[in-house]
């Protein structure tokens, strides 16, 4: 598997491990994130793909290794506002929560801490800006729980945008939304990472309809089992065994 | 309506403290609805009436003493659920029941003061003294520009508690300050409705609130203005048609609960 050193390194993960009371979830993997990356971090039901997530946005402290983020220890990491992270089942949120879409967004662009922080002007200008990314400028005034669940992540993804992140990280974020909605999701991943460099880290069940846009590819199975690059994934063992080993990687549902 | 008592300052007293206690309660009332906190106000009540009861028989200021016992014991709530793996609500209810256990026994060895205490089971607005009010009015707006200057922060980690924590600030330091001016508040509104009823002011306007509101703003906007409602009217009607004052706030409030539900539905 070839690591080439294309790009800045964005997040390097290394020798992590961690274990949930004793049971092992994560076993010494080591990863690279590069700008401009768009990695599909794949594997079956319980195989770390979520705890690996959040220990590189730091929700979980690994038990073992270290995680960098543009190029300084986690721990140290102040520049939050660089990163966009959108959790499994996200759109989840109470449903008697009044909140507008325009309020979701503001409430993340006025709290995250950045240099300078945004006047009234420009965050009204960035949320109208981040809608338009996701083609719901119009609904910006609409109560959050009255859109559709592929409405509703796509709101999200505005309010992560908002901030200007360099670098997306998505759990599972089509879970339970119907599948035109889900493709057109992931169109806009796909365009955000041609057109605006915006580096992408997704966590998915669904290699199938991802395939396409992805360049990268993480195989986890508690183990690193494969990383690398996305067209030499289609050549390998790992991925006719998925293709044919009625491997729940292909395609699976909830 | 008795004249004489309005230009003695005590009506506008009255007035004073509890229109500054109903918009902490207002803005307040939202989020600990929101987050599911509403019982903490329940708890902290009860930790508060302990705290009363404490300065009672130390003879020192029961209003101040009531608010430093109620500070350290919302704290301590917050510990019980983040150390000792406890649900919420058993944390209130380990630190409500050793609260009222406290006041019970106090008032068993010092019986002096039983009717003083009585006092604040109910509440008494109309007897409240010329000092209490500069404070009710200056906490209440030490509460209200705590939420005004915190307001994105803690809509963002309420509706999103996981990616707020994504987001470089301390959700723990607000989740404290949360809590203190909760701690605040209900001490406040101790001295005004009583124990028995102080869950309900910081809870009813904002229930009320969520029945008509469509966005955020609006939520505050309304439960503020509701609060003020119930609390400004239930003094009114508390000196016209001289009935307890906590009682006509809290009848107030449900009743215009009730008529934002049913507008709710209608609509």
């Avoid at chain 1, 999701?185 to 395939?211: E, P, S």
């Avoid at chain 2, 404070?135 to 005004?148: D, E, K, N, P, R």
């Amino acid at each position: 598997m070839t690591m080439e050193n294309k790009t800045e390194e964005i997040i390097r993960v290394e020798g992590v491990s961690f274990s949930y009371d004793g049971v092992p979830a994560l076993l010494d993997v080591n990863l690279s994130v590069h700008r401009g990356d768009f990695l599909a971090i794949i594997g079956p039901n319980g195989s770390g793909k979520t705890t690996l997530l959040k220990i590189m946005v730091g929700l979980l402290k690994p038990g073992q290794g270290r995680v960098w983020l543009f190029g300084q220890p986690l721990e140290a990491f102040k520049q939050w506002h660089k990163i966009g992270y959108i959790q499994q089942k996200a759109t989840n949120f109470d449903p008697i929560f009044p909140i507008s879409v325009a309020e979701v967004i503001a409430a993340s662009l006025n709290s995250v801490s950045r240099p300078v922080k945004p006047g009234r002007g420009q965050v009204r200008n960035k949320i109208m800006e981040a809608l338009q990314t996701v083609g719901l400028e119009t609904e910006a005034g609409r109560p959050m729980n009255s859109l559709s669940g592929g409405q509703q992540q796509r709101v999200l993804i505005a309010r992560a945008l908002s901030t200007e992140p360099e670098i997306l990280l998505l759990d599972e974020p089509t879970t339970g939304i119907d599948y035109p909605s889900q493709e057109n999701f992931y169109d806009l991943l796909g365009k955000l990472n041609k057109q605006k460099q915006l580096t992408i880290v997704l966590v998915t069940h669904d290699y199938g309809i991802v395939n396409r846009h992805v360049n990268r590819v993480a195989c986890l199975n508690q183990k690193l089992v494969y990383h690398g690059e996305h067209s030499e994934f289609c050549q390998s063992d790992r991925f006719r065994e998925l293709l044919h080993g009625g491997h729940h990687l292909i395609s699976h549902r909830h | 309506m008795n004249g004489e008592l309005i230009f003695s300052g005590l009506f506008l007293r009255a007035l004073l403290a509890g229109g500054g206690l109903a918009l902490a309660c207002g803005l307040l009332g939202v989020f600990l609805v929101l987050r599911r906190d509403a019982m903490i106000s329940h708890g902290l009540s009860h930790v508060a009436f302990a705290g009363v009861a404490l300065g009672l028989a130390l003879n020192l200021m029961p209003l101040i003493f009531s608010i430093v016992v109620c500070l350290a014991g919302s704290l301590l709530i917050l510990r019980l659920k983040e150390q000792a793996r406890l649900p919420g609500d058993t944390a209130i209810a380990l630190l409500s029941s050793g609260g009222l256990a406290l006041a019970v026994f106090l008032m068993s060895i010092k019986k002096d003061f039983g009717a003083e205490l009585m006092a604040y089971l109910f509440g008494d607005i109309l007897a409240i003294a010329p000092s209490e009010v500069y404070l009710a009015v200056g906490l209440a707006l030490v509460v209200t520009a705590g939420i005004l200057l915190n307001l994105s922060r803690l809509v963002f980690m309420t509706f999103d508690r996981e990616a707020a924590l994504v987001s470089g600030f301390s959700l723990g330091r607000l989740d404290r300050l949360l809590v203190m001016m909760t701690a605040v508040t209900i001490v406040l509104g101790l001295r005004i409705v009583g124990l028995l009823l102080v869950t309900g002011l910081t809870v009813i306007p904002a229930a009320s609130a969520l029945q008509l509101a469509r966005n955020f703003r609006q939520t505050l906007l309304l439960s503020s203005f509701f609060s003020l409602l119930s609390i400004l009217g239930g003094i009114v009607l508390a000196y016209v048609f001289n009935l307890p004052a906590s009682a006509a706030i809290i009848f107030l409030a449900l009743l215009i609960f009730s008529l934002s539900h049913l507008l709710k539905r209608w609509r």
